[in-house]
């Protein structure tokens, strides 16, 4: 059954197509970005080598909301060296975000510019996940 484009009965499928046909996301790999992953492979924030914060993300929620906790200069040193889109790319395996990501490292920010915009960023694209998902629980 089709609704304005989208394949309604998300249970049976394994994607959603947008009204073009094109992919959006697979419900597997959505779910995938959104899961939360070990301890040992979750995210952990510095404000300098060897200064751990003391908080980490297990996951893309949890890194969206760490975002907006975290002392700002953790954001701008990991902006700087690539973690973020690293531990996108590596653990998350979300190639979209990492391509948002790299947009926002080549504007520059620094400060609580840089946390907004980070967690604006991450955010959208944790809603569209969520919402493509028809995922509440992450």
Known sequence: MRRKGYIYKRHMIK???DISGGIIVTLDTG???LRTVPREKA???FTSMGNYSGVSASSLREFMDKINEVNVKSLEFHLGRGDFEKWVAEVLQD???VGDIR???KLSLTGNSLRDQLSLTVSRRFKRLS???GSSRF
């Open 95 to 97: 190639a979209e975000l």
């Open 103 to 105: 947009r926002l490292q």
């Open 43 to 45: 995210f952990y924030f």
């Open 15 to 17: 994607e959603i197509r």
């Open 31 to 33: 779910s995938k970005i």
């Open 131 to 133: 919402s493509q998902t």
